[in-house]
C-alpha cells in the first residue's frame, strides 16, 4: 500500500504460558510496541532485566505521524546501540525557515555548536524507527516481544498486577511485578486504573500529507505563515528519506476532515504550494486535532505510564516520541535497582517527580506554539500578525524573538529533583545537576570516541585528573572511576570546558547520563552521600 | 521599578495630538494593527516583566 516503504508483518506465536494455562509471574511487562514501548524494552534489555512486551497489533506504525527525532533522543538511542542505524537512514538537519506571507521572516540554527556525536535533529519516518527496534529486539534473550496480544483487563495487587490479555487464541491470565503502559494517547490501561488525563483540546484541524517527489527544497524546517499558496493558514514542510516529504496544512475548524483526506482535494493543495508542474505521488495523508493533555500520575500502584499514554502534546516542536524515549530512559534504571533490592521503592517514585516536571515542560512550549499558530480570537491573531511583520524589519530582532513556529525538543532539565545534591562549590556553565549530559570527543585507547560512550547504565564517577580511589560504593551500588587523562583523553580540552573543570574536579553521574552532583575536589563521604541521595535511600 | 502612573512625558497635549493624528489617515482594522504592534514595541523597550504585568492589570487585564 506505501510506494516507499512495506510494512513487516510480525508473526503471532502463542506462548507456553497460555498453552498450559499456567499463571507466570514476570518481572516486567511493557504494554505496547510503539516507540515508547520498544525503548523501554531495548533499556530493560540493556541493563539485563528481563521483559515481556505486549502489542494489540502485528506490525510499525501506519501513516504519517512522527518525523523529527532531536538530539538528546538520539542520544539515548546510542546508549541502547539503535541510534547509528537511524543517523544513518536519516535526513540530519539543524537550520529552519520561517516565512510569512511571501517572505522570509526569519532563519534558526539548531546547534552552533561543534564536537556533538549525534546531529541537532533528524527526519525518519516513525516506521523505520519501530522497524529498527523491533530488529535489535528480536532476537534478544531477556525480551519476549509478542504480537496480536491485547490487554483488556488489570488487576492491581500491593507487590504486583494482574492482566488479562487476549489473543487470536482467547485469553489468558499473567502477572507482572512491574508494568509500563506505553499504550499510547488512547491508552484504555489509563481508564482501567482509573488515572485522570487532561488539558486542552486545540480548535483547529490540520491535513498531514506525505509525498513523494524529487525537490530541490534543501533539508530544512520551513514554516509559512499565510502563505499565498494556503491563504490565512500555516503550512510547514519537512524532508525525509526516500524522497518523502511531510507537508502540514492547517485546515482551520470548520474543515470537513473526511473530505479534507481525498485526493482530490489533497493534490490541488500540494500543486499550487509547489507552484510548477513537476510530477508528485501522495503516499499518505491524515486529518488531525491536537491535544496537550497529561496524566495525574505517572504511577498506579504497580503500573508506570510512559510515552503518550502518559502525555500527549501538539507535534509543533516535534516532543512526542522525544519526551517518551526520555520517560522510560528516566525510568529502567530505577526500576532495575528497586527490581534487585538496590535501592528503596522509594526511588520510582522520584519518576512521576522528575518525569510530569519534563511533561509539564514540554505541554507548555506545544501549547504556546499551538496558541501561536492557532490564535484563539480575533485580537490574539491581531497580535500574532503584529508580531509577524515586525519580525521583518531586520533590526527588531525582539519580534523574531517572539515568532513561534514551535520550539524544537530539548531535554528538560531535572533542576529542582530530590535525587539531585545541589552545589557546594562554585561552578559556571550548564552541568547543573539535575542536567543531562553534554557530549565532547574524547581519545580512548588512542581512538576517536564520544563521551557518552564512554558512560551510561550505570553509576559513574568523571574524574578530571587522578582520584584516590577506582570506585565508590553504597550498599550494593557502585560508581566507578572514569579518569580523564587516563581513561579518556581530552585532546581538545572540549569536555573540561563544557564541565567547567579544573584538575581534581569530580562528577557523579546517573545511569541515564545526568548530573546528580559534582565538587571540586574528592571527598568520599560526599560522594557516598550523593550516591545515597541519588537512589533516595 | 513600579509602573509609573504620574506624568512622565513632556507636553502632553502634543504627545496626545502625536498620537491621534498618527492613525489618522487609517481604518480601525489598521489602526487595531498598528496599536498591536505599538503595544509590543513598547512593552519590549520597558522589558521588565513586572512592570508589564502591573501595566497589564491598569490596562484592565486578567491577571
Ligand atoms: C502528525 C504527527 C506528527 C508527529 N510528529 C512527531 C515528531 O516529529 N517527533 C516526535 O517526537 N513525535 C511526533 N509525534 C508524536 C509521536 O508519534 C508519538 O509521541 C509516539 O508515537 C508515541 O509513542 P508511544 O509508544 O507512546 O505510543 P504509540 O506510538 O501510540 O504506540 C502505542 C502502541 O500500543 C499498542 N496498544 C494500544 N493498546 C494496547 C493494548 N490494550 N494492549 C496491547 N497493546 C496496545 C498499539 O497498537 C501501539 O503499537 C507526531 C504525532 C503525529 C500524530
Redesign the pocket.
Known sequence: MFKTYSFPKFPYVPSPEQKSGEVRRHRLVI????????AAALDAAAHGLPCVV????DTV?VG??????AKR?LEVFDRLHVGARMVEKGVSWQHGKVFFKDRRSYEFDLLPEDGNKMPAMINLQ?YYLEEYMVDALKDHPDVDLRWK????AIAQHSDHAVLTVETPDGAFTMEADWVIA????????RAMVGAQFTGQFFQDR?L?ADVIMKAAYPTERWFWFDPPFHPNQSVLLHRQPDDVWRI?FQLGWDADADEEKKPEKIIPRVRAMLGDDRPFELEWA?V?QFACRRIDNFRYGRVLF????AHQVS?FG???????VQDTDNLIWKLKLVLDGDAPPALIASYHEERAFAADDNLLNSSRATDFITPKSAASRMFRDAVLQLAEDQDASFARALVNSGRL?TPTPYLASSLNTPDADMFAGAMKPGTNCADAPVTVDGRADWFLNQIGGRFTLLSFGPAPVESVSFGRVTAKVLQVGRDIVDATNLLAARYDAAPGTIYLIRPDQYVAARWRAFNETKIVQALARALSA | MDLKLTLNIADPDDFYRELIDSQRHMDSAQAAMMNCKLVLILANHVGDRAVIREALKRAGGAA
Open positions: 504494554i505496547g510496541a510503539g516507540p515508547i514501548g520498544l505486549l502489542d494489540d497489533n506504525s504519517s505521524r512522527a518525523v523529527c527525532y533522543t516513525q496480544h491485547k490487554v483488556t506505553c499504550d499510547g494517547a488512547n491508552s484504555s490501561i490540520f498531514i502540514d491524515s488531525y510512559a510515552g503518550d499514554a507535534p516535534a516532543r512526542g516520541a522525544n519526551t517518551g525538543s
